[in-house]
């Protein structure tokens, strides 16, 4: 995982709103995301990018506070939430955490895959 800043390091996870840690949750599971494809397989970019919108597509835009167009209400307030819980991890320094909700949430998508 990307190293904290030392300012962030100092920041209480606690002390911040939902919608906050959804926003640099957003941009771990991001990263997680691509890197996950990078490690599959050496694709084009334009072949990871519509790639990696679909894996992230439900928390697109979660953090603006609109329902996207493409996702239900629940699928809005579960992704948000998703998001939120990422960030509060990253800011509390939960690498370890992350790495393992995010291979159950993959070893998921993959399972809804095969049916």
């Keep these: 995982m990307i190293g904290i800043s030392e ?4 920041t209480d996870p ?19 995301v691509r890197g996950n494809l990078v490690m599959q397989a050496n694709r ?5 990018h519509p790639l ?3 894996r992230v597509c439900a928390a697109a835009h979660a953090h603006t506070g609109r329902v996207p167009k493409s996702a239900s209400s629940a699928e809005y307030h579960s992704a948000t939430g998703l998001e939120a819980l990422f960030g509060w991890l990253y ?16 070893n998921a998508e993959k399972a809804d895959e095969v049916k």
Excluded at 44 to 48: H, Y
């Design 44 to 48: 084009p970019v334009g072949k990871l």
């Design 91 to 106: 800011l509390s320094g939960q690498d370890k955490r992350i790495e393992e909700l995010f291979e159950h949430i993959s």
């Design 52 to 54: 990696a919108a679909k």
């Design 14 to 32: 606690d002390l911040l709103s939902p919608l906050t840690l959804a926003f640099i949750g957003d941009t771990v599971f991001d990263l997680l």
């Design 7 to 10: 300012e962030l390091k100092n």
